[in-house]
């Protein structure tokens, strides 16, 4: 790019003289005509040849580079992938299975799924109160919390109890507030919830071991791993707990904001730094033992055009897989970073509220637009995009609710995505082309789960449902 030096025609330094008349002022000070051919000889001063840079133009709004397939008309393309041999769990402890997030592909049935059975957790959704929390397992049991901050246990094979037990703080009333996160590490289960506190629960007997009161209420995301469990709380403020004793090993102020989510964004944990997510967009990688910030980066700015919401909280809770992590807002923006310095590699134009599933070298999410789309891992560009149910309604003057969609997760060669139209729809990943339905007693509520080769979801009505 050239540089424009003082004195260039028509820059700064330009000598020019008002035109041929003077502008004369009375008593009354300067007239009309006055003062309008004083603003016509002051324009004039600009009139010389504008000389125009050299270089590329980039979106002052937003300087990532935009995935090239986005820039274009929108084609669908069937595409080869290979999701991979199929993962056999017998546990997943925490979102996305474990605590980078990425759950790969899930051994699962490759034809259609049918429901065995349901079991009441407790409180389902209500007019003030929403199920944000997505189940755990672990030693064959499934652990859920409702939406009136109780945690219950059930047998995964049969649904039977095996225990429950209140949230709730001493003095605080039962039931009025909803939202937290569930992780699972050895032989404990640690619950955050809407009231600010974490909580260390016995695996087998749902006794409480310690608890840790934060200074923020609100919904907190929550990973654990090598002895800490990492907190995000409602406020901004990172908390690293031992899990032995729950006592506090560093805390870390992240930006502070006005708004945030009703659910709970959890960090990522890689080898070396833990990914935290904050509700004002930003992410910091800090070295997860102690606590140091290395880098930091933003995933500020929104789709051009229509946005269906202008929130800046990330919603899609970060995936790392290999030397990248994928995070992606409601907004209109999915990216691709580095997890060594936090670079942008690449944006997409896409929304998204839930975990990707990042295998095969694509990433397939739900989008804020309910579709589901895959990505190419590599630079971001679209694939394929499927358009799932919107309006709750067909009448247009009723439109005023739109279906919520949770998922995906890659299962048995599919990619499901269940929805609060109480249906569990599965993609074939190639083409997107819809290929297995199954009805739900009740709308979904939370992203499934699958683990030995069965599907585990909550359902509107404070039941876990499970298919195989």
């Not at 499934?142 to 009136?148: C, G, K, L, P």
């Not at 009231?195 to 087998?204: E, R």
């Amino acid at each position: 790019m050239r540089r424009v030096k003082a004195g260039s025609a028509g820059m700064i330094g330009q000598t020019c003289k008002a035109g041929t008349g003077d502008v004369r002022t009375g008593k009354a000070g300067i007239g009309k005509a006055g003062l309008f051919m004083a603003m016509l000889a002051l324009t004039a001063c600009g009139a010389g040849r504008e000389e125009i840079l050299q270089g590329t133009r980039l979106d002052p709004r937003d300087g990532s580079v935009l995935a090239a397939a986005n820039t274009g008309p929108v084609v669908n393309r069937a595409e080869k992938i290979s999701l991979g041999t199929p993962i056999t769990r017998d546990s997943w402890t925490m979102t996305g299975a474990g605590r980078t997030h990425a759950s790969g592909h899930n051994a699962f049935t490759s034809g259609t799924p049918h429901l065995m059975w349901t079991a009441d957790i407790g409180q389902g959704k209500t007019r003030r109160a929403r199920l944000t929390v997505d189940p755990v397992a672990e030693a064959g049991v499934i652990f859920a919390m409702d939406s009136a901050a109780r945690v219950t246990a059930v047998s995964a094979s049969s649904g039977a109890p095996v225990w429950s037990v209140d949230l709730t703080p001493a003095g605080e009333k039962s039931g009025k507030v909803f939202g937290g996160a569930l992780a699972i590490s050895g032989n404990t289960l640690y619950a955050t919830t809407g009231y600010g506190d974490l909580v260390a629960l016995d695996l087998s007997t749902g006794g409480e071991r310690w608890r840790q009161r934060f200074e923020a209420v609100g919904a907190a995301g929550l990973s654990v791993h090598d002895g800490l469990a990492y907190v995000v709380a409602g406020d901004g403020q990172v908390w690293a707990v031992q899990t032995k004793d729950g006592r506090v090993k560093w805390t870390l102020s992240g930006p502070e904001t006005i708004t945030s989510r009703a659910g709970a964004t959890s960090p990522a944990i890689g080898d070396k730094f833990a990914v935290l997510p904050f509700s004002s967009g930003d992410l910091y990688g800090v070295f997860r033992q102690g606590g140091v910030r290395y880098w930091s980066a933003s995933l500020a700015g929104q789709r051009r055009g229509v946005v269906y919401a202008n929130v800046s909280d990330i919603t899609s809770d970060p995936v790392i897989v290999g030397d990248r992590f994928y995070v992606g807002n409601q907004a209109g923006r999915y990216a691709a970073f580095s997890m060594d310095m936090g670079e942008r590699i690449w944006t997409a134009d896409e929304g998204a509220y839930s975990p990707a599933s990042v295998v095969g070298g694509s990433v397939f999410i739900v989008t804020d637009r309910n579709e589901l789309v895959r990505l190419s891992a590599s630079n971001g560009q679209r694939i394929w995009g499927v358009q799932l149910p919107y309006y709750t309604t067909d009448k247009v003057r009723k439109r005023k609710a739109v279906f919520a969609h949770y998922g995906p997760v890659a299962a048995g060669g599919k990619m499901w995505v269940a929805s609060d139209d109480a249906v569990l729809r599965g993609f074939d990943p190639v083409s997107g082309a819809l290929v297995a339905t199954v009805a739900l007693p009740k709308g979904a509520a939370s992203d499934p789960i699958v683990v030995n080769g069965t599907m585990y979801l909550l359902l509107e009505d404070g039941s876990l449902a499970a298919l195989r």
